[in-house]
């Protein structure tokens, strides 16, 4: 009984040790029409002391680690850099990746390529030290569904005490149109000259006859006739 308790306060004195940094955040996610993301994230006005103890630690894994602590084994692949400004206590990451956090589908129905971008990884615990954290979870806690809509995506903007916070998602450069459904966002895109032609049916056709030609010019060349 009694080593249940010193374990259940050494746990909450843990809980009590780790302080949440005030700061202004900037997170973008931006989509490319090849369907690759570009995630970028930058945290400024950070406590002087807190910047200090942060640099020996940070590089540019961790936030993506903190990620997928939270929500899985998210994403794994990923080109990652982090640049440290001494004068404004800031820190900047930036990632580029394929294959995560947007699904591509083609209606063939409207002729559209659609991106449908999850943010709901957006909920994790950033540790910055091991005694000061930012909880993004706590942050963007509004669902996407009520940020604003700007002319290529949606925005969160607010301003707390903790600091200005701002997550934003910006679109494919073809996009034409744009809607949330709870945390994900869709972006709509027309196909390309080239999706046109893989999706036409006449395509089978063509296929069809490209075997044609080719088991007919084997057989020329091979038997000097046709069978």
Do not use: C
């Not at 040790?17 to 930058?42: E, G, P, W």
């Not at 999850?118 to 979870?137: E, G, M, P, Q, V």
């Amino acid at each position: 009984m009694k080593r249940t308790v010193a374990t259940l306060l050494t746990i909450l004195l843990l809980f009590l040790t780790v302080k949440s940094v005030h700061a202004d955040i900037y997170v973008q996610v931006k989509v490319n029409d090849d369907s690759s993301v570009n995630l970028n994230f930058k945290i400024t006005n950070i406590n002087s002391t807190v910047y200090n103890q942060a640099k020996e630690n940070f590089d540019e894994t961790t936030i993506i680690k903190a990620i997928n602590a939270s929500t899985g084994t998210l994403i794994e692949k990923y080109d990652g850099t982090v640049k440290f400004d001494d004068e404004t206590h800031s820190i900047n990451v930036s990632y580029s990746f394929f294959n995560y956090i947007v699904e591509e589908e083609i209606n063939k129905e409207k002729n559209l390529r659609v991106f449908k971008v999850n943010t709901a990884w957006r909920f994790f615990n950033l540790n910055l030290t091991k005694n000061y954290s930012i909880n993004f979870a706590e942050i963007f806690a509004l669902s996407a569904s009520d940020w604003g809509k700007t002319e290529n995506g949606y925005i969160y903007n607010s301003t707390s005490n903790f600091g200005k916070t701002i997550f934003e998602v910006i679109g494919p450069e073809t996009s034409i149109n744009s809607y949330v459904n709870g945390e994900i966002v869709t972006f709509e895109a027309p196909l390309s000259k080239f999706d046109l032609f893989i999706s036409s049916p006449y395509i089978v056709l063509l296929i069809v006859i490209l075997v044609v030609f080719i088991a007919f010019a084997y057989r020329k060349l091979r038997y000097g006739r046709v069978l």
